[in-house]
Protein backbone atom coordinates (compact mmCIF):
# COMPACT_ATOMS: atom_id res chain seq x y z
CA UNK A 1 0.00 0.00 0.00
CA UNK A 2 1.47 3.17 -1.19
CA UNK A 3 1.92 6.00 1.69
CA UNK A 4 -0.56 8.33 -0.43
CA UNK A 5 -3.50 5.70 0.20
CA UNK A 6 -2.27 5.39 3.67
CA UNK A 7 -2.41 9.18 4.18
CA UNK A 8 -6.55 8.89 2.80
CA UNK A 9 -7.08 6.33 4.98
CA UNK A 10 -5.78 8.19 8.12
CA UNK A 11 -8.62 8.64 10.67
CA UNK A 12 -11.15 11.97 10.30
CA UNK A 13 -13.00 13.56 12.49
CA UNK A 14 -16.27 14.31 10.09
CA UNK A 15 -18.52 17.17 11.57
CA UNK A 16 -21.86 15.37 12.25
CA UNK A 17 -25.31 17.13 13.93
CA UNK A 18 -25.72 15.50 17.33
CA UNK A 19 -23.10 13.14 17.62
CA UNK A 20 -20.10 13.50 20.40
CA UNK A 21 -16.64 14.24 19.43
CA UNK A 22 -15.72 10.58 20.91
CA UNK A 23 -18.80 8.88 18.83
CA UNK A 24 -16.98 10.76 15.63
CA UNK A 25 -14.24 9.73 16.49
CA UNK A 26 -14.60 5.86 16.67
CA UNK A 27 -16.87 5.98 13.38
CA UNK A 28 -14.01 7.31 11.98
CA UNK A 29 -11.84 4.92 13.37
CA UNK A 30 -14.22 1.87 12.62
CA UNK A 31 -14.06 3.14 9.03
CA UNK A 32 -10.86 3.46 8.52
CA UNK A 33 -9.87 -0.25 9.61
CA UNK A 34 -12.47 -1.22 6.56
CA UNK A 35 -11.11 0.82 4.55
CA UNK A 36 -7.17 -0.03 5.03
CA UNK A 37 -8.45 -4.37 5.49
CA UNK A 38 -10.53 -3.94 2.16
CA UNK A 39 -7.11 -2.82 0.20
CA UNK A 40 -4.62 -4.93 1.91
CA UNK A 41 -7.29 -8.13 1.46
CA UNK A 42 -7.47 -7.63 -1.92
CA UNK A 43 -3.82 -6.74 -2.29
CA UNK A 44 -2.65 -9.65 -0.62
CA UNK A 45 -5.23 -12.23 0.56
CA UNK A 46 -6.62 -13.17 3.84
CA UNK A 47 -3.42 -15.29 5.01
CA UNK A 48 -1.21 -13.01 4.16
CA UNK A 49 -2.43 -9.83 5.42
CA UNK A 50 -1.67 -9.35 9.35
CA UNK A 51 -3.71 -7.10 11.49
CA UNK A 52 -0.65 -5.42 12.34
CA UNK A 53 -0.63 -4.13 9.23
CA UNK A 54 -3.90 -2.82 8.86
CA UNK A 55 -2.97 -0.96 12.40
CA UNK A 56 -0.44 0.76 11.00
CA UNK A 57 -2.33 1.48 7.23
CA UNK A 58 -4.97 2.95 10.04
CA UNK A 59 -2.60 4.62 12.04
CA UNK A 60 -4.34 3.27 14.95
CA UNK A 61 -3.38 1.26 18.43
CA UNK A 62 -4.31 -2.21 17.99
CA UNK A 63 -6.62 -1.76 20.87
CA UNK A 64 -8.54 0.34 19.03
CA UNK A 65 -9.12 -2.28 16.93
CA UNK A 66 -10.12 -5.07 18.86
CA UNK A 67 -12.32 -2.42 20.56
CA UNK A 68 -14.74 -2.60 17.07
CA UNK A 69 -13.77 -6.14 15.74
CA UNK A 70 -12.97 -9.15 17.43
CA UNK A 71 -10.29 -9.99 15.26
CA UNK A 72 -8.81 -10.44 12.00
CA UNK A 73 -12.24 -12.72 10.98
CA UNK A 74 -14.32 -10.09 12.08
CA UNK A 75 -12.98 -7.45 10.47
CA UNK A 76 -12.56 -9.48 7.00
CA UNK A 77 -16.46 -10.21 7.62
CA UNK A 78 -17.24 -6.13 7.44
CA UNK A 79 -15.12 -6.06 4.59
CA UNK A 80 -16.83 -8.66 2.85
CA UNK A 81 -20.39 -6.94 4.27
CA UNK A 82 -19.37 -3.39 2.46
CA UNK A 83 -18.32 -4.67 -0.85
CA UNK A 84 -21.39 -7.13 -1.35
CA UNK A 85 -23.81 -3.92 -0.01
CA UNK A 86 -21.77 -1.73 -2.90
CA UNK A 87 -22.50 -4.37 -5.66
CA UNK A 88 -25.94 -5.11 -4.51
CA UNK A 89 -26.45 -1.43 -4.64
CA UNK A 90 -24.59 -0.86 -8.34
CA UNK A 91 -26.72 -3.79 -9.68
CA UNK A 92 -30.14 -2.11 -8.13
CA UNK A 93 -29.07 1.87 -9.71
CA UNK A 94 -29.06 0.11 -13.21
CA UNK A 95 -32.43 -1.42 -12.56
CA UNK A 96 -33.92 1.39 -12.16
CA UNK A 97 -36.93 3.07 -14.18
CA UNK A 98 -36.43 0.35 -16.52
CA UNK A 99 -39.73 -0.96 -17.05
CA UNK A 100 -39.11 -3.74 -19.80
CA UNK A 101 -38.65 -6.69 -18.25
CA UNK A 102 -36.56 -8.55 -20.56
CA UNK A 103 -34.27 -5.42 -20.89
CA UNK A 104 -34.13 -5.20 -17.26
CA UNK A 105 -32.89 -8.76 -17.00
CA UNK A 106 -30.30 -7.74 -19.42
CA UNK A 107 -29.25 -4.77 -17.42
CA UNK A 108 -29.27 -6.79 -14.55
CA UNK A 109 -26.94 -9.22 -15.60
CA UNK A 110 -24.50 -6.96 -17.53
CA UNK A 111 -24.43 -5.04 -13.94
CA UNK A 112 -23.37 -8.24 -11.84
CA UNK A 113 -21.05 -9.34 -14.92
CA UNK A 114 -19.19 -6.02 -14.27
CA UNK A 115 -18.96 -6.46 -10.60
CA UNK A 116 -17.65 -10.12 -10.72
CA UNK A 117 -14.47 -8.59 -12.87
CA UNK A 118 -13.37 -5.90 -9.70
CA UNK A 119 -10.32 -6.89 -8.41
CA UNK A 120 -12.13 -6.17 -4.57
CA UNK A 121 -15.09 -8.02 -5.34
CA UNK A 122 -13.00 -11.27 -6.93
CA UNK A 123 -10.71 -11.52 -3.96
CA UNK A 124 -12.60 -10.71 -0.97
CA UNK A 125 -16.28 -11.76 -2.16
CA UNK A 126 -15.26 -15.15 -4.59
CA UNK A 127 -12.28 -16.01 -3.66
CA UNK A 128 -11.59 -15.62 -0.38
CA UNK A 129 -15.08 -15.27 1.36
CA UNK A 130 -16.52 -19.36 1.31
CA UNK A 131 -13.23 -20.29 3.26
CA UNK A 132 -12.80 -17.40 5.86
CA UNK A 133 -16.40 -16.88 6.71
CA UNK A 134 -17.25 -20.96 6.06
CA UNK A 135 -19.62 -22.15 3.21
CA UNK A 136 -22.92 -21.56 5.07
CA UNK A 137 -22.04 -17.67 6.37
CA UNK A 138 -20.97 -16.93 3.40
CA UNK A 139 -24.48 -18.24 1.30
CA UNK A 140 -26.49 -16.60 4.02
CA UNK A 141 -24.35 -12.90 3.76
CA UNK A 142 -24.44 -13.28 -0.17
CA UNK A 143 -28.52 -14.19 -0.28
CA UNK A 144 -28.86 -11.25 2.22
CA UNK A 145 -27.38 -8.85 -0.31
CA UNK A 146 -27.93 -9.91 -3.42
CA UNK A 147 -30.47 -12.35 -3.98
CA UNK A 148 -33.19 -9.58 -3.35
CA UNK A 149 -31.92 -8.25 -7.02
CA UNK A 150 -32.60 -11.58 -8.88
CA UNK A 151 -35.76 -11.88 -7.55
CA UNK A 152 -36.45 -8.71 -8.46
CA UNK A 153 -35.60 -9.71 -11.66
CA UNK A 154 -37.55 -13.28 -11.79
CA UNK A 155 -40.58 -11.15 -10.79
CA UNK A 156 -40.24 -8.72 -13.76
CA UNK A 157 -39.68 -11.75 -16.41
CA UNK A 158 -42.49 -14.04 -15.40
CA UNK A 159 -44.83 -11.11 -15.03
CA UNK A 160 -44.34 -10.57 -18.94
CA UNK A 161 -46.45 -13.70 -19.36
CA UNK A 162 -50.06 -14.63 -18.04
CA UNK A 163 -48.51 -16.43 -16.20
CA UNK A 164 -50.58 -17.08 -12.75
CA UNK A 165 -47.59 -18.53 -10.05
CA UNK A 166 -47.75 -18.08 -6.48
CA UNK A 167 -44.85 -16.87 -4.31
CA UNK A 168 -43.54 -20.51 -3.33
CA UNK A 169 -43.02 -20.84 -7.54
CA UNK A 170 -41.73 -17.13 -7.62
CA UNK A 171 -39.18 -18.21 -5.20
CA UNK A 172 -38.26 -21.70 -6.44
CA UNK A 173 -37.53 -19.74 -9.98
CA UNK A 174 -35.36 -17.15 -8.32
CA UNK A 175 -33.34 -19.28 -5.91
CA UNK A 176 -32.36 -21.51 -9.51
CA UNK A 177 -31.52 -17.94 -11.26
CA UNK A 178 -29.54 -16.75 -8.12
CA UNK A 179 -27.50 -20.56 -8.06
CA UNK A 180 -27.03 -20.18 -11.40
CA UNK A 181 -25.73 -16.51 -11.43
CA UNK A 182 -23.66 -17.40 -8.38
CA UNK A 183 -21.81 -19.85 -10.53
CA UNK A 184 -21.23 -18.08 -13.59
CA UNK A 185 -19.90 -15.52 -11.50
CA UNK A 186 -17.37 -17.80 -9.79
CA UNK A 187 -16.15 -19.16 -13.77
CA UNK A 188 -16.00 -15.41 -15.08
CA UNK A 189 -13.98 -14.45 -11.88
CA UNK A 190 -11.78 -17.58 -11.89
CA UNK A 191 -11.21 -16.86 -15.91
CA UNK A 192 -7.76 -16.28 -17.75
CA UNK A 193 -9.63 -14.36 -20.05
CA UNK A 194 -12.27 -13.03 -17.63
CA UNK A 195 -13.70 -10.72 -20.72
CA UNK A 196 -14.22 -13.57 -23.06
CA UNK A 197 -16.15 -15.72 -19.83
CA UNK A 198 -18.48 -12.66 -19.66
CA UNK A 199 -19.12 -12.39 -23.08
CA UNK A 200 -20.15 -16.54 -22.77
CA UNK A 201 -22.36 -15.80 -19.74
CA UNK A 202 -24.05 -13.29 -21.10
CA UNK A 203 -24.62 -15.18 -24.39
CA UNK A 204 -26.03 -17.93 -22.36
CA UNK A 205 -28.38 -16.12 -20.12
CA UNK A 206 -29.57 -14.16 -23.13
CA UNK A 207 -30.51 -17.99 -25.27
CA UNK A 208 -31.93 -18.81 -22.16
CA UNK A 209 -34.32 -15.26 -21.64
CA UNK A 210 -35.20 -15.17 -25.44
CA UNK A 211 -36.91 -19.07 -24.35
CA UNK A 212 -38.81 -17.70 -21.79
CA UNK A 213 -39.68 -14.38 -23.86
CA UNK A 214 -40.84 -16.50 -26.61
CA UNK A 215 -42.85 -18.46 -24.38
CA UNK A 216 -44.63 -15.50 -22.69
CA UNK A 217 -45.45 -14.21 -26.19
CA UNK A 218 -46.98 -16.98 -27.79
CA UNK A 219 -49.22 -17.62 -24.03
CA UNK A 220 -47.87 -20.94 -23.13
CA UNK A 221 -47.88 -22.14 -19.52
CA UNK A 222 -45.60 -22.75 -17.42
CA UNK A 223 -45.67 -26.22 -15.32
CA UNK A 224 -46.83 -24.68 -11.51
CA UNK A 225 -45.28 -27.74 -9.65
CA UNK A 226 -48.84 -28.57 -8.42
CA UNK A 227 -49.37 -31.43 -11.25
CA UNK A 228 -46.03 -33.46 -9.99
CA UNK A 229 -47.50 -32.89 -6.74
CA UNK A 230 -50.70 -34.51 -7.45
CA UNK A 231 -49.31 -37.26 -9.63
Known sequence: MTKSSVHKLVPKVPG?????????????????????????FTENGYAATSLDSIVAGARVTKGALYHHFSGKQALFEAVFERVESNASKAIQKSLRGERDPWEKAMLGLRAFLGVVREPTYRRVVILEGPAVLGYARFREQEERSTFANVLEIV?????????????????????????????????????????????????????????????????????????????
Do not use: C, H, N
Open 155 to 231: RSVLSAGKWDLDEDMLQTFARIFFGAMSSAGESVSGADDREAAAARVEAAISFILMGFQSLAEAGVELPTGAEQAEA
Open 16 to 40: VPGASRRAQYSASTKRALIDVAEEL
